[in-house]
């Protein structure tokens, strides 16, 4: 029993047009074979039709053409063959693969062999035409029933549909209905509905491949000719009215019809197809003409939805100006609540009321020094409290030797100016620490807000788009037999040109899909980014523009002979498309604890490069983050920043030894400089911009390589004498080098990388 489906109009409708299809290849022949009708059965099990409901259609349009019992055997044997072919991967749960659905079709023709195995000739060429209608109805049916949105056609596509069309008409050419010629209406109402919706290239490749069907089966291309000429007379004089278009079309077939066929104006009969077709077209809503046109043509602007983007950009611009306002009143607020430090006079004049309430309230002899020597004893003490504070501690031969002999409280008041003096330095230390964190935290958000201006300023400029390129590559990568549904070109910037596509199972040709997007672009373009789009067999494939140049890297390290872990750590991360850190970060000593205050440095970063943040602030931050640590653990900052669009080499030195750049054989020195981060609040790292070409090599290298070598120059010797370009190996010599010249011992971590550009074409 079949079990009853819950079917909606779409379901009826697309069954309608199969059973339609079926009945026509089922009257189409060419020297009575006709394997057509067999292959579309095949096709639609492989495709996943339902094969119950198709098997009635086939066997009807089978005995349709002709009731007997070899019709029916054999299709019977088809529909059989097919169907256990269907159960047999269904259960095992297996997907049907493409040669199964060849062979299945060859054994399924047995009963038809069995009727015709004396006519050889015929026979292969039974088989053979079923063998590529198979392929055909399988390419054909998968784009009009597995393809979700709207189907642009590869050239193999192209092909089978224009083919499939021409064996619709062949089987329309075999079917009258009192004289009427079905295949008439059908190729008058396809030229109204696609001239009329500006698809007259379309247009004419359907009508030729439809009349060539129709011909083949009247042995007459008569009729190529005729609607060839209705089709150029309806496109060159065609407008959007759709009577102008009708009236257009009877004009022209009355003129066709009077000057080759019939003198005697006797052409109603020819001209019934043409009214009937007029009827409907007219009565076509517009709605349904705007989805054919949405469903067959490459869309040709979406400047309403690529508009959006450019409103949306500058609207998320406003909001992140309006954010960065907020950060930035933010460190204003923070910079306010600083706790200022006392001047030298303002501490003295503090201590001396602390001195005076405290020491001298209780003493006997207050009131004789107040009123003999009171501007002396004053003076006296002030003078006790800056050497305190010049000296760090108060002793007893700082006392005036007048105050010695006249005070009974000396070691009393030696004793509180040291310890008021040690409570303040304190104190102090402790204001400055909180300002430092206020500070840092000021500077973040001032560094965060100017990141948001920046951010905003690059999404404030508008996404400029090229519809007519878009099109080019479309129609290319159809060509070339890509299944591509939709190319989107955009520049942000200039010269910052990206090119988005969403493709069928792309991966695999993403060689081809580069050179056809460079060609049109008349530019190098570079897959970045391969995207599964949802649970579909779609991918989105992002191309940039590809810089000239890129770059290798090597590196060498080796601990301090004895421990287990280095105290250097490195770091090579790509930031954006053609930007490169180089980082190499040395941690004060050696061994774990060293490696750990590296680590931490580098983590840190690495982190505020990828956010977006300044060299100033990446810095300042650091250095500030460290200088809190009472532990007093310092690091050394070697970075070198490398941009491959720009050609340039920018060089971050905090505390780091000297580093080499080798070009065409000739050897330079990036100087080293500053204390190392962490030392002080405030640091100023040495810096160096250096323009780089192919082959340059940039070494990097902390100070247990340097040292090695003790002088410059020894460094720029050896380096000059390296034949090799390969920085690994560049690398790798450099340090067995240093460890030749240290008696064959690491008397601190070494550790060396090596950057080399080359030109990519």
């Known amino acids: 029993m079949w079990k009853l489906k819950k079917v909606d109009s779409n379901y009826i409708l697309k069954y309608l047009v199969l059973f339609f299809a079926c009945v026509v ?38 005995l349709l053409k002709r009731c007997s019992l070899e019709s029916f055997f054999t299709a019977i044997t088809v529909i059989a063959v097919g169907i256990i072919q269907k159960y047999v991967f269904r259960l095992t749960k297996r997907k049907m693969p493409l040669w199964s659905v060849f062979l299945g079709y060859f054994i399924s023709l047995v009963t038809y062999i069995y009727y015709n195995y004396l006519h050889t000739f015929d026979l292969f060429v039974y ?23 709207c189907f642009k056609l590869t050239l193999d596509e192209s092909i089978c549909f224009l083919f499939f069309i021409a064996l619709i008409g062949l089987g329309l050419s075999n079917i009258e209905i009192f004289g009427f010629e079905i295949y008439r209406l059908i190729l008058c109402l396809t030229i109204f509905l696609l001239v009329f919706t500006n698809g007259k290239t379309l247009a004419y490749s359907v ?63 020819p001209l019934v197809p043409m009214l009937v077709a007029s009827v409907i077209f007219l009565f076509v809503p517009k709605k349904c003409l705007d989805n054919l046109c949405n469903l067959i043509y490459v869309k040709k602007s979406e400047l309403s939805s690529r508009s959006l983007i450019n409103t949306t950009r500058k609207a998320i611009r406003k909001r992140m100006s309006e954010l960065s306002n907020i950060f930035l009143e933010m460190k204003q607020i923070h910079m306010k609540m600083l706790k200022k430090d006392l001047t030298r006079q303002e501490l003295i004049a503090m201590l001396k009321r602390e001195i005076s309430s405290t020491c001298c309230k209780d003493c006997l002899e207050k009131s004789r020094c107040n009123r003999s020597l009171g501007t002396d004893n004053l003076s006296n003490v002030e003078c006790m409290i800056e050497k305190a504070i010049e000296k760090g501690k108060l002793t007893l031969l700082d006392i005036p030797s007048g105050l010695t002999n006249r005070c009974m409280k000396v070691n009393v008041l030696i004793s509180m100016i040291n310890r008021l003096t040690d409570e303040y330095k304190q104190y102090k230390n402790m204001v400055s620490d909180i300002n430092n964190v206020k500070i840092l935290l000021a ?63 792309g991966a695999d040709k993403q060689d081809l899909i580069e050179r056809i997007v460079s060609e049109n672009l008349k530019t190098k373009m570079k897959a970045t980014k391969i995207t599964p789009i949802g649970d579909s067999d779609l991918n989105s494939i992002t191309l940039k523009k590809e810089c000239k140049f890129d770059c290798v890297f090597g590196l060498a390290s080796c601990n301090k002979s004895g421990n287990i872990e280095c105290g250097d750590c490195h770091s090579i991360i790509r930031l954006g498309q053609s930007k490169f850190l180089l980082a190499l970060c040395d941690g004060m000593g050696s061994g774990k604890s060293a490696h750990k205050m590296s680590a931490m440095t580098l983590g840190l970063i690495e982190n505020f490069y990828k956010a977006g943040f300044d060299n100033d602030v990446i810095m300042e931050s650091v250095n500030k983050l460290l200088a809190i640590n009472s532990q007093e653990e310092y690091s050394t900052l070697d970075i070198c920043l490398i941009d491959l669009d720009l050609s340039s080499a920018d060089f971050i030195k905090v505390g780091a030894p000297y580093g080499v750049i080798k070009k065409d054989g000739e050897v330079e020195i990036v100087d080293g400089g500053a204390l190392p981060i962490g030392a002080l609040d405030n640091i100023t790292p040495a810096t160096k911009k250096i323009a780089i070409s192919s082959k340059d090599l940039i070494i990097l290298a902390t100070d247990g390589i340097t040292d090695a070598f003790i002088t410059q120059e020894n460094m720029i010797d050896f380096v000059s004498h390296l034949a090799s370009n390969n920085p690994q190996s560049v690398a790798e010599t450099i340090l067995n080098e240093a460890i030749r010249l240290n008696n064959m011992s690491a008397k601190d971590d070494m550790t060396i990388l090596v950057a080399r550009t080359y030109l990519k074409y």
């Not at 088989?127 to 949105?149: A, D, E, P, W």
């Open 25 to 62: 290849l089922g009257q189409a022949e060419i020297n009575k074979l006709s394997p057509f009708l067999f292959a579309l059965f095949f096709a639609g099990i492989y495709v996943g039709l339902d094969e119950k409901l198709l098997g009635v259609f086939v066997l009807s349009s089978a």
């Open 207 to 269: 009508v030729i491949s439809f009349a060539l069907g129709v011909g083949v089966g009247l042995n007459s291309l008569s009729v190529v000719a005729e609607f060839m000429i209705l089709t150029l007379f309806c496109g060159i004089f065609g407008t959007n009215s759709k009577a102008k278009t009708i009236l257009i079309m009877f004009l022209g077939d009355i003129l066709i019809q009077y000057s080759f066929y019939n003198q005697n104006w006797q052409i109603y009969v």
């Open 443 to 505: 500077d973040q958000m001032g560094a965060v807000s100017k990141l948001l201006l920046d951010v905003g300023a690059e999404i404030d400029n508008n996404v400029s788009f090229d519809i007519a390129q878009e099109n080019k590559i479309i129609s290319k990568l159809l060509s070339q037999n890509i299944d591509c549904q939709e190319v989107l070109l955009y520049t942000e910037k200039k010269d910052d040109l990206s090119v988005e596509l969403v493709l069928k199972d």
């Open 127 to 149: 088989i053979s035409l079923g063998m590529v209608c198979l392929f055909v109805f399988i390419s054909v049916l998968h784009v009009l029933c597995l393809r979700k949105n």
